[in-house]
């Protein structure tokens, strides 16, 4: 009777979330040898991650040999493609760390991933560092991004990355190594106020983190959390997973999505558009430029 049990909740779990075998995943035409990751769509816009470069175009590095990223917006095409990019316009200037973005659904308030500007504790390296931490920025017409604040949880000694809204901008997600964290990082969530204030962070199920390590949590129109892990059983080093927020199964484990969303490389930072067939996922796949690719996605059901 256990096993009937099982088997019948692994086909509903499946069902639940099957893929489309129509599914069309395609390079996009900006990517180089370069990174390009965490394309995010806002409105009439589409947002990304990119190298600061130098004149020649050569990637810049901070001392402690990291890449340094910004972003950088583009208008919205109906082939999903990216064309006319330009960095974002802000008011803070220097050069730091901008990275793995969302947005607020009106497209005023952004919170993205940089490093604190205090030095903090590397629990794993013993040594200390700047660690990631969480900024939220707010547009203003005429300036561009400005009002820049850090999340007031962000502790110097601690990574916080990767944020995400919920749909109706009422809940944070994001990635951090705080104390109790099960593997190198782990998913987490705050209720967000007005973007003003925020609640006491609390880290999501014991069955959603796992004692490897979880990055790129996105929240789609449907709730449904995708997210990424090298957790064992996956196709590749690093597969793209996908919860029901809105399931009562307490049993619930994430999933992972077939192929071609996955592949044998590195799969992250995924994200789907409000008409949840398209959208847009990060890559390092066969075949791809060398760096960070950005993949655009059609079919998805």
Not at 70 to 92: N, Q
Not at 115 to 137: F, M, S
Request: glycine fraction near 8%; aromatic fraction near 14%.
């Amino acid at each position: 009777m256990k096993t009937k049990f099982t088997i019948l909740l692994l086909l509903t779990l499946a069902y639940g979330f099957a893929q489309s075998e129509d599914i069309e995943v395609k390079k996009l035409e900006i990517n180089t040898k370069l990174d390009h990751f965490a394309a995010r769509v806002v409105g009439d816009k589409i947002f990304f991650s990119y190298n600061l470069t130098t004149k020649r175009g050569r990637a810049i590095k901070d001392k402690y040999d990291g890449f340094i990223y910004i972003m950088y917006e583009a208008p919205l095409s109906e082939d999903g493609e990216i064309k006319d990019e330009k960095p974002v316009v802000k008011t803070e200037l220097g050069r730091f760390n901008m990275s793995s973005a969302t947005f607020s659904k009106d497209g005023k308030y952004m919170y993205f991933t940089t490093n604190h500007i205090d030095k903090g504790e590397n629990k794993l390296k013993g040594v200390e560092t700047y660690n990631l931490q969480i900024r939220r920025a707010e547009y203003v017409e005429g300036k561009g991004w400005t009002n820049f604040e850090t999340l007031p949880f962000c502790d110097p000694n601690h990574n916080f990355a990767h944020p995400a809204l919920s749909p109706d901008g009422s809940t944070l997600y994001f990635i951090a190594d705080v104390k109790g964290t099960k593997g190198k990082s782990d998913l987490y969530k705050v209720s967000v106020s007005n973007h003003k204030t925020y609640g006491e962070i609390t880290p999501l199920g014991e069955t959603i983190n796992s004692s490897r390590t979880e990055i790129f949590p996105f929240v789609s129109a449907d709730n449904k959390l995708y997210f990424t892990s090298d957790r064992r059983g996956g196709k590749g080093g690093l597969d793209i997973y996908v919860y029901d927020l809105e399931s009562g199964d307490e049993e619930q484990v994430p999933v992972s999505l077939d192929e071609p969303i996955n592949s044998r490389g590195d799969d992250f930072s995924f994200f789907l558009n409000d008409d949840l067939t398209t959208g847009y996922l990060s890559s390092r796949r066969y075949r791809g430029e060398g760096g960070d690719d950005l993949y655009y996605f059609s079919e998805f059901k």
